[in-house]
């Protein structure tokens, strides 16, 4: 079912009005003809919805404001004499005509009206129930993060090694220590470390190209599940982000690579990213794997952290 | 034009001879860089010709997703279909990074089995293998479970492409009344099945959780009325006649009850149905309009749709304790709400610059991100798997079903043959 504002009661409203008020009319002259006119065309161009969303005094008090808008005796220059006892220039002649109408059908719209002026209240008070409760979010993480940072000035002043706040993938500790332990293939190493320079001088897109130009000439090279994991940590700060890139690059480290020793950091990513793309149970699985089979690693900790604030 | 007399026909599983309600599948935008599977026809091992080409449907469902680009047949240097016959080089060469290829073969009681294995050609080696065996009735049903088992290994993501899709589609009579059809189709809109067929408006039709039941408006009485309606059996029954409105039918997570919009106390609210006792009970009581319930997957509330702050937004109604809360702030205008299987993302119809899009509330960050870029887009519902979003949308004087992906970024449309397709709603996984 579409969902409709009421425009039929609004119209009906202002039928209704306008007929009090022609019955007023019967005895007035030309003039007050005119004036009365000009009343109808600035109600037509009034927007449908204005009358539900701008009075906030019911009935009478429209009527009054919509007379008194478009016929103001103190600006209006003076025309004749029997112009200024038109009872439908003097606002509190229409008034009795609306206010006193206690007629069923008077009560109806009358009770439709306050329910409309309730129901638009209402909405404006959720409104700012949810800008307040946001606020306050805000303020909490405002105050958060300038903890954060008078934290970091404090460590500064006495320089002791805090932990990054985010895992460094691949350091380049674990990327020789493979590449010592085996003959060394000169060729797929320089390649490596042609990449890996592309990351350090933070070209990322040159350094996704360059490993995944590695991956393709040596897809079973020693260093390619360090390239992997290398794409998904790159594909996740390229503009425009690649996560579902990033994640077949995890996922292919971790299912290729069971035991390499990014794995820890590789399920933790895994979690990150699945976090990015709304997976929230794929998420919550990988981080929990982190903790439960790596619960020394690391990454284990920043897993912990991870659901903490999110789940 | 002779219609039929009666102006109801209650057509149970007869297969829709006209093609009229039958859908096809224009891709309007993929991913940028799609992954190219060659997907190689399976060998049929049993007598005769094969009953359906299978690889067909599992690459045109791979395809569909956006995120598989798909290797032309005519490319292929040959058509192995064991992973021992595979030479990777020859994959390679036609730059497919994965090749799928797979046998048919008779089962006992016409049933047939597919075996089917994934391979990596530049690291040559088997991915995933699997098997899946049904009725020979039911093998495009089968290609499709093949589908979402390559989709999840190579995505990581479940597949929703053996589900399947109810919808109304409209045949307009200019010289009478127009022609409604409940239909029936596979989630890649083959054999369209008729439900039923009325000369009244038929509307908001819904699954039950386990997918064998429907639920659904029809005015066949001149008046609306819920019905359910048995997928296996055929069984049909009425829920309600209230006068007003009978409207918005949708199963609870459980399957035991469902909430309603009647308007039989006066405006419009949503009230529970136990499917039992037709016991009903009134969940909202206000002079506003409450209507277009949906459950959140937990069971423990729901989302509607209500006036009551002056403008329609979307509120949430909390089972145990009654209590009513507004979800969405954003825009005039968002209705019409329906819930992923993960209980965050909320497909709904959202008003910006006074186009109605389609747009994705987040429960959690609560930020909304509108995904089309149409007008009068309306009825949104969501694939189980939670990565596609299908709704009606309007071409020319015909409405047809759009879809697009919940993070905005591949879209394609399923118009009708003819005639218009409305309020689509997309199965649970069925079991």
Not at chain 1, 21 to 39: N, S
Not at chain 1, 247 to 262: C, G, I, V
């Amino acid at each position: 079912m579409r969902f409709l504002t009421k425009p039929t009661l609004v119209v009906g409203f202002f039928s209704y009005c306008w007929g009090v008020a022609a019955t007023a009319q019967d005895y007035i002259d030309v003039e007050a003809e005119r004036a009365a006119q000009r009343r109808a065309d600035a109600v037509q161009s009034m927007p449908v919805e204005s009358p539900a969303s701008s009075d906030s005094l019911g009935e009478t008090a429209s009527t009054d404001r919509t007379a008194g808008a478009v016929v103001q005796p103190g600006i209006r220059p003076y025309t004749g004499a029997t112009t200024l006892a038109v009872p439908v220039d003097d606002p509190t002649a229409v008034k009795p005509s609306m206010g006193d109408d206690n007629s069923l059908g008077g009560l109806v719209i009358r009770i439709q009206r306050l329910q409309e002026e309730i129901m638009r209240l209402n909405g404006r008070v959720e409104e700012q129930a949810d800008q307040i409760r946001k606020l306050q979010e805000q303020g909490l993480e405002r105050y958060i993060d300038i903890d954060r940072r008078l934290a970091q000035l404090d460590a500064i002043a006495s320089p002791e090694s805090s932990e990054d706040a985010d895992p460094e993938p691949v350091d380049e500790t674990s990327v020789t220590s493979t590449a010592s332990s085996a003959a060394p293939e000169i060729g797929e190493k320089a390649a490596y470390q042609n990449a890996y320079e592309l990351v350090k001088s933070r070209s990322f897109d040159q350094a996704v190209m360059a490993f995944n130009e590695f991956l393709s000439t040596y897809p079973l090279g020693r260093y390619a599940p360090n390239a992997h994991y290398w794409l998904g940590e790159l594909y996740l700060v390229v503009t425009p982000a690649e996560p579902e890139l990033a994640r077949q690059n995890f996922k292919l480290l971790l299912d290729q690579y069971p035991e390499h020793n990014k794995v820890p950091d590789t399920l933790y990513k895994l979690g990150r990213v699945h976090f990015l793309k709304g997976n929230r149970e794929q998420s919550r699985d990988y981080l929990n794997r982190v903790i439960a089979e790596h619960p020394s690693h690391p990454a284990a900790q920043y897993a912990q952290d991870f659901i903490d604030q999110n789940f | 034009m002779r219609f039929f007399n009666t102006t109801l026909l209650a057509l149970w599983l007869v297969a829709c001879g006209s093609a009229q309600a039958q859908l096809q599948i224009e891709i309007t935008q993929g991913i940028d860089n799609p992954t190219p599977i060659a997907v190689v026809p399976f060998a049929w091992t049993g007598t005769g010709a094969a009953p359906e080409d299978v690889a067909r449907i599992v690459d045109a469902d791979l395809v569909r997703s956006g995120q598989f680009a798909p290797v032309e047949r005519r490319d292929m240097l040959s058509f192995p279909s064991r992973g021992s016959d595979i030479y990777f080089r020859d994959w390679r060469a036609i730059n497919s990074d994965y090749v799928l290829v797979g046998r048919v073969e008779p089962a006992p009681s016409s049933r047939v089995r597919i075996n089917w294995q994934l391979f990596d050609s530049s690291r040559e080696q088997e991915i995933e293998a699997g098997t899946v065996e049904g009725s020979v009735l039911e093998i495009r049903m089968l290609a499709h479970r093949v589908a979402d088992a390559v989709y999840e290994t190579l995505t990581g993501i479940p597949g929703a492409f053996a589900t399947r899709l109810l919808y109304v589609s409209v045949t307009r009579n200019p010289t009478g009344k127009d022609f409604y059809r409940l239909t029936l189709a596979d989630a890649d809109g083959a054999r369209p099945i008729v439900l039923l067929e009325s000369r009244e408006p038929i509307m908001a039709p819904s699954w039950s959780p386990a997918g064998d039941e429907v639920a659904y408006v029809s005015f066949e009485t001149s008046r609306p009325a819920i019905y359910r309606q048995n997928l296996r059996t055929g069984a049909r029954e009425q829920l309600t006649n209230f006068t007003g409105l009978n409207n918005s039918p949708v199963w609870s997570p459980d399957g035991k009850q469902m909430a309603m919009v009647l308007s039989k106390d006066g405006s419009p609210d949503i009230y529970l149905m136990d499917l039992s006792t037709k016991r009903l009970r009134r969940l909202t009581r206000h002079y506003a309009i409450d209507t277009e319930p949906t459950w959140m997957p937990d069971g423990k509330s729901l989302l509607f749709t209500s006036d009551r702050g002056g403008r329609p937004q979307i509120y949430r109604y909390d089972l145990a304790s009654g209590a009513i809360s507004r979800v969405t702030f954003e825009g005039p205008f968002n209705a019409r709400a329906r819930v992923a299987q993960d209980g965050r993302n909320v497909a709904l119809v959202h008003q910006r610059d006074g186009r109605f899009h389609i747009a994705v509330f987040d429960l959690v960050t609560e930020r909304l991100t509108v995904l089309t870029s149409t007008d009068l887009d309306e009825s949104p519902t969501i694939a189980p798997n939670g990565s596609i979003v299908l709704y009606a949308t309007k071409r020319g004087d015909d409405s047809i079903l759009g879809a697009v992906s919940v993070d905005g970024g591949i879209s394609f449309s399923l118009p009708a043959r003819s005639g218009s397709v409305q309020e689509p709603a997309w199965s649970p996984y069925i079991q």
